[in-house]
């Protein structure tokens, strides 16, 4: 699940945690790898197996003086990615909240006796913008709070981090009252950080990027001042006592390079600004510093691997 060269690189270049995704599915014990489904009644069949491989990320982690971040990053009942594939919906269905909850207090039984600075849960990736018929934000309370109040029956201190809503572009004012801390993701705007990625830019429509970002007739769209308004509540709720958490950030590979850099320095200056710290999707693959496949870049060779320098170099000085 978790290389340890990558930990150990990790901590040897600076850094200090790491957010650790995860697949709820993957620790069900169940045919789905046959039939590609689950079912409601496949929601406490637990695959000990699963588990122990999360259970060797925490302690490598340990080992390595890295706090981490366990994320659902598919949850019983949702995921940002094709949550069509899940048997009920965690917004509307009591038996997905039952099963979220159930899942979480797992989780917080299994790492009860972990210390806060090591260990700390993130409830949910990316939480959905609500609508009509899905999902309201009561509906967004409701649940964070069910599952919040299971785990701090055995964890009464343990750092609890919830999503923003609208994929985490948005604070949840609602929630301030938990205790809980609170994530944004910085992929805004989008249409930089996700140019030609083929699950956002399907069509492969959006117009090459710049920064600051443009309007067809060249005006400035998007600039540092539009990012500053962009984080000013998460910084206004940072500043009334409410940890805030940057889960995700970077630009997909297809991005031009000096536009990506230009786009992350500002990004990274503004969280830093506002003591908000931060996590890169991803540390390997295309928005990474390992082996990213960029075309408009010379990497170094880092141990069989390729590295992208420069993008280090600018994550080291946040």
Request: charged fraction near 25%; include cysteine.
């Amino acid at each position: 699940m978790v290389a340890e060269d990558d930990l150990r690189w990790i901590r040897d270049w600076g850094f200090d945690y790491i957010r650790l995704p995860m697949d709820y599915w993957l620790w069900i014990d169940a045919d789905w790898r046959k039939t590609r489904t689950l079912s409601p009644g496949d929601m406490h069949k637990i695959d000990e197996r699963m588990l122990a491989k999360v259970d060797r990320a925490v302690e490598l982690c340990k080992k390595h003086g890295l706090h981490v971040s366990l994320n659902f990053h598919r949850a019983p009942g949702y995921c940002i990615n094709a949550p069509e594939r899940e048997p009920f919906v965690l917004w509307r269905d009591p038996a997905a909240e039952h099963a979220f909850v159930f899942h979480w207090e797992l989780f917080a039984n299994r790492y009860k006796g972990e210390s806060r600075k090591d260990v700390s849960f993130n409830l949910v990736n990316e939480a959905p913008t609500p609508r009509a018929g899905y999902m309201t934000r009561e509906d967004y309370v409701r649940v964070m709070t069910r599952a919040a109040e299971k785990i701090r029956e055995t964890n009464p201190d343990r750092i609890i981090i919830v999503d923003g809503l609208n994929v985490g572009n948005n604070v949840v004012e609602e929630l301030a009252p938990l205790g809980v801390a609170q994530s944004v993701h910085a992929y805004h705007p989008g249409r930089l950080t996700h140019y030609r990625a083929g699950w956002v830019d399907r069509n492969s429509s959006f117009p090459m990027p710049a920064w600051p970002l443009l309007k067809a007739d060249g005006s400035v769209e998007l600039d540092r001042a539009g990012l500053e308004r962009h984080y000013a509540p998460w910084a206004a709720i940072a500043r009334k006592g409410v940890g805030v958490h940057c889960g995700e950030c970077g630009c997909f590979n297809k991005t031009p390079y000096a536009v990506f850099t230009a786009w992350m320095r500002d990004v990274l200056e503004i969280l830093k600004g506002h003591g908000i710290g931060w996590a890169l999707w991803n540390f390997r693959g295309p928005f990474g510093i390992l082996d990213s496949g960029r075309a408009d870049i010379a990497y170094e060779d880092w141990k069989g691997r390729t590295l992208d320098r420069e993008l280090l170099r600018l994550l080291q000085a946040h």
